[in-house]
């Protein structure tokens, strides 16, 4: 058995430090700067894997594990150019991340964290016919924007849940959305005729700042924005602008253009509500999506 060192860049929960642990690798922690010699890398969407850390790490570097679905934060061209392989973990996360995408909704819509700061600053007199006022899902259209295993997760949930009535935009029609009573639409359409609109596409190039000031303006004014896919896929100044001009009637928002800065003006806004990135943060996502980051360690390191 070769001697390879596996180089984990944060803490991860243990059940994915045991797996890797059983095949008898060297297991290394800490930051980037320390991973010289790994043959591994274990990381996480905060650590940017471009050609210079690549270069760092050295030829020896077989596998960049990273423990997110997304890979926008490596330069998975570069690691193609030197026949390192690249991993994600997909799958695990889809139930987490699709449950936090309907709790945004459900927040803006009803005025949840509204509601919370207004009890807390001791507003509260008594109940009122107009106070807080929100709106219902039942029978609202629902615009899916990327219909994967996430997106599909988000509809099934508020179709099945909240009768609202479900169309998508994607890059191909999807057979299976078809049969799931989800209707294909033009991405204008989309924008057009929804209530609300989540998305759940990838970081590319071709979807940098897909959402900005000219889709927003399409969108109804009593509609809802909601994003847990990447901050970048929405210029993030004209959201703020939207929302404070009541162009869209209120956003939910797990991710944002330039973590963790946020645009300080969308931090005044009543009508958003905002998380820290954490859609996918629950216990059984995180233990399964460091097994499987280890798992993809092992299928290419082997024993
Ligand atoms: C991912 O895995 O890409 C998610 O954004 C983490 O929450």
């Known amino acids: ?27 290394k922690f800490g930051s980037l700067k320390k991973a010289k010699g790994a043959h591994a890398l274990l990381c996480l969407l905060t650590d940017t894997i471009d050609a210079k850390v690549m270069d760092f790490v050295g030829p020896q570097l077989k596998i960049i594990s990273n423990m997110a679905a997304g ?3 490596i330069e998975v061209h570069e690691a193609v150019k030197r026949g390192i392989t690249f ?12 449950e936090h995408t309907v709790a945004l909704l459900l927040a803006v819509s009803r005025r949840v964290v509204e509601g919370d700061r207004f009890v807390r600053a001791k ?20 615009g899916i924007v990327g219909y994967g295993r996430i997106g599909s997760r988000v509809a099934a949930i508020l179709e099945k849940g909240f009768g609202m009535r479900v169309v998508y935009h994607d890059e191909h029609r999807n057979e299976i959305a078809e049969k799931n009573n989800a209707k294909y639409v033009s991405f204008r359409d989309l924008l057009r005729i929804s209530d609300a609109v989540s998305l759940h596409v990838p970081l590319l190039a071709g979807t940098l700042h897909l959402v900005g000031e000219k889709e927003l303006r399409m969108m109804k004014k009593t509609a809802y924005f909601i994003n847990t896919s990447r901050g970048a896929v929405v210029d993030e100044k004209a959201l703020a602008k939207a929302l404070e001009e009541n162009t869209i009637a209120g956003a939910g928002i797990d991710v944002f253009e330039h973590e963790p800065k946020i645009e300080p003006s969308l931090l005044k806004l009543q009508n958003a509500v905002l998380t820290p990135h954490i859609a996918s943060a629950s216990h059984e ?4 999506m460091a097994e499987l980051a280890a798992k993809n360690i092992i299928r290419v390191l082997g024993a």
Do not use: C, H
């Open 87 to 98: 991993a994600n973990t997909p799958g695990v996360l889809t139930e987490a991340v699709a």
């Open 71 to 73: 890979l926008d934060n």
């Open 1 to 27: 058995m070769k001697n390879y060192t596996v180089f984990i860049t944060s803490n991860i929960p243990q059940e994915g430090i045991n797996l890797l642990q059983r095949q008898g690798y060297i297991l």
């Open 285 to 288: 996502a995180r233990v399964a």
């Open 123 to 142: 507003k509260y007199k008594g109940w009122q016919v107009d106070l807080l006022l929100g709106q219902e899902l039942q029978g609202k259209v629902l």
